[in-house]
């Protein structure tokens, strides 16, 4: 199972990358905040089913790490 983060903002959903765990992703997030020199107040965590959301001190921005299906060849 791979994870696929995505930044939401308002009505943007941009994908930030692909990885092979969701601890890699969730610091693929991590590495930029600490190459933009961001330090987020807070990240409150939601699990669900099949994801994890970020809430991380924005009012209207958020990060989800998506669990995708690997396409076998």
Do not use: C
Not at 20 to 33: G, I, K
Not at 52 to 71: C, P, R, S, T
């Amino acid at each position: 199972m791979k994870h696929e983060v995505h930044w939401i903002s308002g009505s943007q959903d941009k994908i930030h990358g692909v990885f092979n765990t969701l601890e890699a992703a969730q610091d693929s997030v991590r590495d930029w905040w600490k190459k933009n020199n961001y330090k987020p107040p807070y990240i409150r965590v939601v699990r669900g089913d099949d994801y994890v959301w970020w809430d991380y001190g924005l009012h209207n921005a958020f990060y989800v790490f998506k669990e995708i299906q690997e396409m076998r060849k």
